[in-house]
């Protein structure tokens, strides 16, 4: 199983980016999705996730700004960006809890990370 990101890259302060990763592989089902984010010296945090019912949960910092959504029939999850700070420059990380066939065997993946820059 392997989870696929994009979408990231260098925008202005005040602009939107619209981040998606697709889960790839033998899958059975997703539970929770969620986007993960490190800046340079800092802890990975948690930016938001999304359970299978589509239940939303944010961090404080981009509560009002960030959108979380998944498209379950693609196995993916987006991520949309909106008035985009300098402080929300990091890599993010796209995270599953996958469902494998046969097993029911919980999986918890991460994608590759995908830089997203916020400067003037």
């Known amino acids: 199983v392997q989870l696929q990101a994009s979408g990231g890259g260098l925008v202005q302060p005040g602009e939107s980016l619209r981040l998606s990763c697709a889960a790839s592989?033998?899958?059975?089902?997703?539970?929770?999705m969620g986007w993960y984010r490190q800046a340079p010296g800092n802890q990975r945090e948690l930016v938001a996730r999304?359970?299978?019912?589509?239940?939303?949960d944010y961090a404080e910092s981009v509560k009002g700004r960030f959108t979380i959504s998944r498209d379950n029939a693609k196995n993916a999850v987006y991520l949309q960006m909106n008035s985009l700070k300098p402080e929300d420059t990091a890599v993010y990380y796209c995270?599953?809890?996958?469902?494998?066939?046969?097993?029911?065997?919980?999986?918890?993946?991460w994608g590759q990370g995908t830089l997203v820059t916020v400067s003037s």
């Open positions: 995270n599953a809890l996958i469902v494998a066939p046969i097993t029911f065997a919980l999986l918890d993946k």
């Open positions: 592989g033998n899958i059975f089902s997703i539970s929770a």
């Open positions: 999304i359970t299978g019912d589509h239940t939303t």
